[in-house]
């Protein structure tokens, strides 16, 4: 039978982050965030729940760290939150914020797993919101203070950092469309916050490589990123599909791998009314060429492929074209193909350094049997069929490292509170048991083995008791 063996070395991770498990949002001083408060807005999270306790991995970070050790994976992806570090923001750093993750920092190693910090998961200080947020260029300044005191505390043992964590999101969803905190509605706005982010991400790549002093340390970002299929061969639809590949995907890459934002994107929100001229106004001498600053790696977080058609209006319209069964809990089509496609076209047109998955994974509507298993197949067929596009992009020359599963654990998912489960292992918020799921026992042979067998779920599940 026909294996899919991943090259020696090959990191297998999961990740987390730190606004979804942590909870403790009292806890040594933690300073509020915008998604603390976008979640105290009535309306804005679907089940009215907030991360107060979350996981309560605040708490519980040793019992996970045996998690990780049992999958037996050798990265573990986190991240940081700022407003433990820096309760206001900007000024004061909380030592005892510090500690938290310096003592998960070392069980990691202490374990043979190595740490991938996020500085940014989207937790922004709510103090630095009330004087604009993303919308401001001193954001941008705060978080290169904030790279610099985790830097100096983590940096002499940390080797992989991740500045932001889908600048996409939580520029669009957080300022366009409203779904995420800060809950605004302005495209303006939004294409400022994206420029704020990438600038921050530039400083803070300077920071981290004057601060962090762990031999080979490597720094990166991590981009959202779904190629656009059009609806039909139709023009119109072309054109959609090309129109959001820009506004989504090559809205970041560009800037970060070319110095430049996409011209035809730029065009689409000049004929949108999202700019006035065809400047960007908020982009200054120097700040997209400190963008371009070669990265160690990049970051790719995929889901998904979205469908896309011309909307009466000319606008693109993301489409679901495929039948229910093909949906995950989200309402995201399973498409693996999309995947290899991604990377693939990642090496040929930005010829990134390394390449990590440092998401992907599906939510579906898991369920405790009478013997108290979880046979989250679907889970297994889809982490099964990623990887099998994910080895197959290796053998094209994709220079590939490593693949962390979202999620380890089941966790307060954004807007949709904790309705979907993404995790590895099933959490019971009421008593915060952690159980593998079907996958977690399925994924620790995948590790162990680094690779796993060409043939689908059936010949690789085995029954667990
Ligand atoms: C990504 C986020 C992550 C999680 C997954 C499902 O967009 O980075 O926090 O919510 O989606």
Redesign the pocket.
């Known amino acids: 039978m026909s294996r899919h063996t991943f090259p020696r070395g090959f990191l297998w991770g999961t ?3 730190a ?2 498990i942590e909870g403790g949002f009292a806890e040594n001083g933690r300073g509020e965030s915008i998604w603390d408060r976008f979640a105290a807005t009535p309306g804005r999270i679907s089940d009215g729940s907030d991360a107060s306790v979350a996981c309560d991995h605040y708490h519980r970070w040793r019992e996970d760290v045996d998690l990780l050790q049992w999958l037996g994976v050798g990265a573990y992806r986190f991240s940081v939150a700022w407003p433990r570090i820096m309760p206001a923001g900007r000024g004061r750093v909380s030592d005892t914020g510090l500690d938290f993750y310096d003592a998960l920092v070392d069980a990691l190693l202490d374990n043979g797993i190595r740490p991938f910090v996020t500085l940014y ?2 937790d922004l200080p709510q103090p630095l919101q009330d004087r604009g947020g993303w919308s401001t260029r001193d954001t941008a300044t705060a978080f290169a203070d904030y790279a610099t005191a985790v830097a100096r505390r983590l940096g002499d043992r940390v080797g992989h950092w991740i500045t932001h ?2 600048p996409w ?1 939580a520029a669009s969803l957080g300022h366009e469309m409203g779904e995420h905190a800060p809950g605004h509605r302005d495209a303006g706005e939004a294409l400022r916050a994206a420029h704020h982010l990438l600038l921050s991400h530039a400083w803070a790549v300077e920071a981290l490589r004057a601060d962090a002093t762990a031999t080979d340390a490597e720094v990166g970002i ?1 981009l ?1 990123l779904a190629p656009a299929w059009p609806a039909s061969p139709r023009e119109a639809d072309r054109d959609a599909a090309r129109h959001f590949d820009g506004s989504f995907n090559r809205w970041y890459l560009d800037p970060l791998f070319r110095g430049s934002y996409p011209e035809d994107a730029v065009a689409d929100r000049v004929r949108r009314g999202d700019l006035e001229g065809h400047d960007l106004p908020f982009v200054r001498a120097g700040d997209l060429q400190a963008i371009a600053t070669p990265l160690d790696f990049l970051g790719v ?1 995929y ?1 998904s492929r979205v469908v896309v058609r011309a909307g009466a209006d000319g606008e693109p319209v993301v489409e679901r074209v495929v039948p229910q069964e093909e949906l995950t809990e ?1 309402g995201w089509e399973v498409f693996p193909q999309g995947l290899y496609e991604l990377l693939v076209r990642l090496e040929r047109e930005y010829r990134p350094a390394k390449i990590y998955i440092t ?1 992907n ?1 599906a ?1 579906f509507r898991d369920e405790i049997d009478t013997s108290g298993e979880i046979s989250d197949v679907r889970r297994i067929d889809y982490l099964h069929a990623h990887l099998a596009a994910a080895h197959r992009a290796i053998s094209a020359g994709v220079p590939l490292q490593g693949y962390f599963v ?2 380890l654990l089941d ?1 307060f ?2 807007a949709h509170g904790y309705t ?1 489960r ?1 995790g590895l292992y099933w959490v019971d918020f009421a008593t915060q048991r952690r159980i593998a799921k079907q996958s977690a026992f399925w994924y620790r042979d995948v590790v162990a083995a680094s690779g796993m067998d060409g043939d689908a779920r059936s010949t690789t599940v085995r029954r667990l008791r």
Do not use: D, L, V
Request: hydrophobic share 30%.
């Open positions: 990740a987390t982050s606004h979804q998961h989207w964590n889908e999101c991590t959202n977080n889901y989200m998401e994974g939510a979202w999620s966790n998912e954004w979907k993404f």
